[in-house]
Structure formats: structure tokens, C-alpha cells
């Protein structure tokens, strides 16, 4: 082998291994910058959220300002929570309906809508349309401010924006979603006796008497307690983003979405630890556990 070829030979065994860890330190570092932006942003949200209650516990807002929020979030909010409610309370009903009578336990189908639905498609979907319907709208239009400097326009005239644009919209969120959740309760419960008594021709009186023994006071506070940290979510995730939106109207767009996104998933991760807790409690409570038949 020439002088040449020994030297280019070497080059190569000396050049190849350099190039191979590429990839792999393109990775770590996509990664590394990933894990390193959300644990900034995590952290951005605790103090986001820290400032936020501490103006919740210091001064409240103008009673004008509560009661506009109140309206928006809770009163206009009633009609599509009746409304699914309704439907989901019919949808139970029919996909239950034929698997009840298979067995010959139509009458009981009942305490399971009526369960589902008070102990976690009620809360659930209150929250997903409150997130959906209220928490996009908070954060397009705190984004839409954010773009227009009006933020800034009121941080420069002496008014705190997290004091006078988030806690009224937090304490708002807060406070109706129970109220929510029961509207999305009652329905639901109507539509599956709607859809159960009149339309498939379940006996009344049988309905009702199981419904009533499936259906401990508990399992209603369960729903309840959990819509609490729903409304939470909602609000301090939807005020966040907008809060934080990137300029121009992509960017408020972008705000909007990423609120409903980040609230749903929250939502249910947060409900699933909380299943898992109140559920020990349930069976502390009532060892005998629920009655289904």
C-alpha cells in the first residue's frame, strides 16, 4: 500500500467515528431543549399562578367585574351543558340498554347511568365544555390584549392585569362549575329516564326504586369536589396562554387552541389521581362498595 492510500486510509478511521454521534447529539440535544423549556415553563405557571392568588387573598375585585365574569362563564355557559348532558344521559342509556336485557336486568340500568353520570361524565364534561366554550375565549381575548399592548397599557397606568384580568376569571371558573356540573348532572339524568322509561319502555317504578339505591350521597360529592380543580385548571391555563401569546393573530390563535388542549389533558390526568383518592375514601366509607344489582 502507497504513502498515500495509508494516509487517506487513516484520515477515514479518523474522520468516521466523528461523524457517526451525530445524530444521536442532535437527539439529546432536541430533548435536553425540550425538557429544559417545559420545566422553564412549569415554572413560569407556579409564579403566574402564586401571583394570582395572592391577589385572590389580599384585595378582590370590583363587584361590576366579578358579575360580568360570572354571567359570561356561568349563565351562558348553561345552555350547551344542559344540552350535552342531555344527550349523554340518552347515549348511556342506549348503549346500555340490550346488554341489561340480555340478563334480564333491564330495570336496573338506571344506577348505572345515573352513577356514571354524577361521579364522572357530569364533572368531566362540564369541564370540557367550560374549557372549550369559556377557556378559549379567555385566552384569545387576554391574547388579543397581550397583542394590542393593552397590558402594558395597564401595567404603565398603575393596575396590576393579573388583579383586575385573571382573578375575576379564576374566581369565576372557580366558584360555577359546581354549579355546572350539577345542571350537567340533573340533565343527564333526566334524558337517560327520558330515553329509558318512555322510549324503551323500562317500568317506572322499578327504575326509579334502583336508581335511588344505586346512588349514595357521596358519589354527588364526588363530582362536585372534583369540579373544583377542573374549573382551576381551566382558568389558570387559559389566562396563562393568553397571557403569554405570541405576537400577530397566529399567535392568538395558537393561544386559544393550546388552552383548550393543555386544560382537556390536564383535566383528565388530574382526574384519574383523584379517582384513585376518593375511591379509598368511597370504600372506607362504604366497605360493602356500590350497589349495582
Not at 27 to 46: F, K, P, R, S
Not at 173 to 183: H, W
Not at 236 to 258: D, H, L, M, W
Request: proline letters at 4%; charged letters at 10%.
Amino acid at each position: 500500500m502507497s504513502g498515500d492510500s495509508k494516509v487517506l486510509d487513516r484520515d477515514r478511521r479518523l474522520t468516521l467515528p466523528s461523524r457517526l454521534p451525530q445524530p444521536l447529539h442532535a437527539w439529546v440535544m432536541q430533548w435536553g431543549t425540550a425538557i429544559v423549556d417545559g420545566i422553564a415553563a412549569i415554572g413560569d405557571l407556579a409564579c403566574f399562578t402564586w401571583q394570582m392568588l395572592g391577589w385572590m387573598f389580599t384585595r378582590l375585585p370590583r363587584r361590576g367585574t366579578l358579575l360580568t365574569n360570572f354571567y359570561q362563564v356561568g349563565v351562558l355557559s348553561l345552555p350547551v351543558v344542559a344540552l350535552t348532558g342531555t344527550f349523554i344521559g340518552m347515549v348511556l342509556a342506549v348503549q346500555s340498554f340490550y346488554q341489561f336485557q340480555a340478563i334480564g336486568l333491564a330495570s336496573r340500568l338506571g344506577v348505572v347511568i345515573n352513577t356514571s353520570l354524577v361521579r364522572e361524565l357530569g364533572p368531566v364534561l362540564a369541564a370540557t365544555m367550560l374549557a372549550g366554550r369559556v377557556g378559549g375565549a379567555m385566552a384569545a381575548v387576554l391574547g388579543t390584549m397581550r397583542v394590542t399592548e393593552q397590558i402594558d397599557a395597564l401595567t404603565t397606568m398603575g393596575a396590576d392585569p393579573i388583579h383586575y384580568l385573571v382573578v375575576p376569571r379564576f374566581l369565576a371558573c372557580l366558584l360555577l362549575i359546581p354549579a355546572l356540573t350539577i345542571m350537567a348532572d340533573f340533565m343527564g339524568i333526566v334524558g337517560g329516564y327520558f330515553y329509558s322509561v318512555v322510549i324503551l319502555g323500562i317500568d317506572r317504578a322499578a327504575y326509579l326504586h334502583h336508581s335511588r339505591e344505586g346512588v349514595v350521597g357521596f358519589d354527588l360529592f364526588m363530582g362536585i369536589f372534583k369540579s373544583f380543580f377542573f374549573g382551576a385548571i381551566i382558568a389558570i391555563v387559559s389566562c396563562y396562554r393568553g397571557f403569554n401569546c405570541q405576537p400577530g393573530a397566529e399567535g392568538v390563535g395558537k393561544a386559544a387552541t393550546a388552552a383548550f388542549v393543555y386544560s382537556f389533558v390536564l383535566i383528565l390526568a388530574v382526574d384519574l389521581f383523584l379517582n384513585i383518592a376518593l375511591d379509598s375514601i368511597y370504600f372506607m366509607v362504604y366497605p360493602q362498595g356500590p350497589v349495582l344489582f
